[in-house]
């Protein structure tokens, strides 16, 4: 039986925000609506009898049959949970079924001390776990360069960025080891670490298992959450086996509960549906669901059960044939933007081959072999200005640098594109580097 840390043990991780809020009042009720022979006059739900919609059907391309059609209708009792206000942390079947997805994908059973919270996208939950365990001021542990799309929320809080270096095997163990071992005594050490382990974005780098398990190590000797950012997992491409999840991975830990995971449907079935989840320990789980309470009273429920009536119809083999089909799409598109970069980059760019996600990181060489300069090479200005006007639009490195610091790296996305605009866009790349170059 897998050992989880005591839900008191979460009591110094929570935010002076998380532990002043209090249970809504009626939402706090609901669980006791499910009682036999209960009568509620507690929640001032609209009677469905007066909703318009009586059935929704749903048309989807077949798992491993894209010419085949299937059709599923979300009707009576179903269709009336979807149009109703609903739990806080997601419709009892949607959780269900991500409980068994997650017992497939990464051996984490229900009874380990852990539950599951359903956003409006894995972000939403994400920024609610942050402001649930990060006080204002508080040192906060990130890979650099990171997701430049969660800064906002730590810089809202006015963090202290404790910057940790990743290469293409992932975060730097050593590196996060010396910071933390040599943390001035008289400071708190960081208690989360915020990271995205599976085609990084930007990066496109996959943490390698044994890095992984050397940061789960410092996480218990250190004391501190690992929140698993994971919207990339499943479109994993690499030739080598996928690397176990830290979720799973903690399992091989004396005890599970310092990881904190969110998974999205958005890459995988839609991004406007808006549906992700977070796995983690039942305080940190309640913690965000008393937010979610209080800001937004649940995710949709209507985009919940159009979520689980085609996940269900499909069962957990179609779903992974699906988002093997997904991998290797966008395998198909990583392969493209490869071979542009090497026809028309090759000498001008330097960049590891991404084994997963939808993002080439890559250094711009502008200067030419032999030539010195004692000004450090920034690829901001070039792509702001120069490959703008040539029509091409991508984000400069130093967006993700927690620092603000000067970088020559370039992060572009392949996802959209076909290929002769990928070729294109690549060409104009190379005429701004060599211009830049004075070539």
């Known amino acids: 039986m897998v050992q989880s840390l005591p839900t008191e043990f979460y009591a110094d991780f929570l935010s002076a925000t998380a532990k002043a809020r209090k249970p809504s009042p009626i939402r706090g009720l609901y669980p006791l609506e499910s009682r036999p022979g209960m009568i509620s006059l507690l929640a001032g739900k609209p009677n469905s009898a007066t909703f318009p919609l009586t059935s929704v059907q749903i048309k989807a391309r077949a798992p491993g049959e894209p010419d085949k059609e299937l059709t599923t209708e979300i009707a009576g009792k179903a269709l009336q949970e979807g149009l109703q206000y609903g739990p806080t942390a997601g419709l009892p079947n949607l959780c269900e079924w991500i409980y068994g997805l997650q017992e497939r994908e990464h051996g984490r059973g229900k009874g380990e001390g852990w539950r599951v919270s359903v956003g409006s996208g894995s972000q939403d ?17 990130v890979e650099s360069p990171v997701y430049a799309g969660i800064l906002p929320t730590f810089e809202s809080l006015n963090c202290e960025f404790v910057v940790v270096p990743t290469d293409a095997q992932g975060i730097q163990s050593s590196s996060l080891r010396s910071t933390l071992e040599n943390w001035p005594a008289s400071k708190s050490k960081p208690k989360v670490l915020y990271t995205v382990p599976y085609g990084g974005n930007p990066t496109g780098m996959t943490a390698s298992k044994e890095r992984r398990q050397e940061v789960l190590t410092l996480a218990r000797e250190h004391n501190f959450l690992i929140l698993e950012d994971d919207p990339y997992y499943y479109l994993y491409f690499g030739s080598a086996p996928r690397p176990p999840s830290y979720f799973s991975l903690e399992r091989e830990q004396p005890e599970v509960g310092r990881v904190i995971r969110f998974d999205s449907l958005s890459k995988i079935l839609s991004s406007g549906l808006r549906i992700g989840f977070a796995c983690g320990p039942e305080a940190i789980m309640t913690a965000i669901d008393m937010h979610t309470a209080v800001a ?47 026809q028309y980059l090759d000498g001008l760019a330097e960049w590891d081959t991404p084994e997963a996600g939808m993002f080439f990181w890559f250094k711009l060489l502008l200067k030419a072999p032999g030539v010195e300069g004692a000004e450090e090479e920034d690829s901001e200005s070039l792509i702001r200005t120069k490959a703008l006007e040539k029509g091409v639009l991508a984000l400069p490195g130093t967006v993700f640098l927690p620092d603000g610091g000067k970088t020559a790296y370039v992060r572009a996305a392949f996802s959209l594109l076909d290929e002769s605009d990928v070729e294109e866009a690549i060409k104009r790349l190379r005429n701004v580097v060599l211009e830049a170059r004075g070539a």
């Open 125 to 141: 939950v994400i920024h609610k776990a942050i402001l649930a365990l990060v006080n204002p001021g508080e040192p906060v542990l």
């Open 296 to 342: 937004n009273l649940q995710t949709s429920s209507l985009t919940q059960a159009i979520t689980f009536a085609l996940l269900d119809s499909w069962g957990y083999d179609n779903f992974k044939t699906h988002t093997h089909a997904v991998s290797q799409f966008y395998k198909g598109k990583r392969d493209v933007f490869e071979r542009f970069m090497k």
